[in-house]
């Protein structure tokens, strides 16, 4: 198989899914002490982290004895990350070489590139963030940098979800235009208040990967109907 084959990008997302879920399961699962107002996820105010006491709120202070558990925990889920990293930056590149033979046009290709282009971004910003769990008394200097490639991550990441919005409405998939358009529209309300909206914001951009593959499998399902011989 190869890029912009339907199988290929159907299979994408489901690796993609299935690392996703691994990722989680290392994961905290909730702040070690809650932010007032904030349902936020730890990995994800990890990301967003902007003053040291975030970290605090993450895994706890030092007499904490579950704090130990909860930095081995997020240190293995941002390690199976860079898998994660790997499958969503094919499946975005898989998706838009379909979607320019389907249009027939290669610029639709460029899109696919900005998938790759955030998984860069990811790795720099767990690179970051291992360095804050790391240096945890005094993570300032990592936390000044760490915004950029977060943002550049998450912004192309919802970029290639309107271009996919674009795609469908181009191809008459009004309901998978819709699955795509949230992300982003959601991006800049999730930027300015990045504690309380991004939660919702960035997990847009998973319904934006589930229509890439509804895509994929509905188109798959309809060759193979059509190459099917007649009875």
């Not at 704090?67 to 390690?79: D, K, L, V």
Request: proline share 7%.
């Amino acid at each position: 198989m190869r890029l912009g084959n339907h199988p290929l990008t159907a299979l994408l997302f489901a690796t993609t899914v299935a690392v996703l879920a691994l990722m989680q399961s290392y994961f905290p699962t909730v702040l070690a002490i809650p932010l007032p107002g904030s349902n936020i996820r730890p990995v994800l105010l990890l990301e967003m982290a902007s003053q040291p006491q975030h970290l605090i709120h993450i895994f706890g202070p030092t007499d904490d004895p579950l704090r130990p558990a909860r930095i081995s925990g997020m240190n293995t889920g941002n390690a199976i990350d860079y898998l994660l990293m790997v499958s969503y930056a094919l499946l975005t590149l898989s998706f838009f070489f379909g979607i320019a033979q389907e249009l027939g046009s290669n610029i639709w290709r460029l899109f696919g590139w900005l998938g790759v282009i955030a998984a860069l971004a990811d790795a720099t910003e767990n690179w970051l963030m291992f360095r804050m769990v790391a240096h945890i008394a005094d993570p300032s200097a990592e936390m000044a940098v760490l915004p950029y490639p977060v943002w550049i991550k998450f912004g192309l990441l919802a970029l290639t979800c309107g271009a996919a919005a674009w795609a469908f409405v181009g191809l008459r998939r009004w309901a998978l235009a819709a699955l795509s358009l949230p992300a982003i529209v959601m991006l800049i309300p999730g930027f300015l208040d990045p504690l309380h909206v991004a939660p919702m914001a960035t997990a847009l951009i998973g319904l934006g990967w589930l229509a890439m593959a509804l895509h994929a499998v509905s188109r798959w399902w309809s060759s193979r109907r059509t190459a099917r011989p007649a009875a």
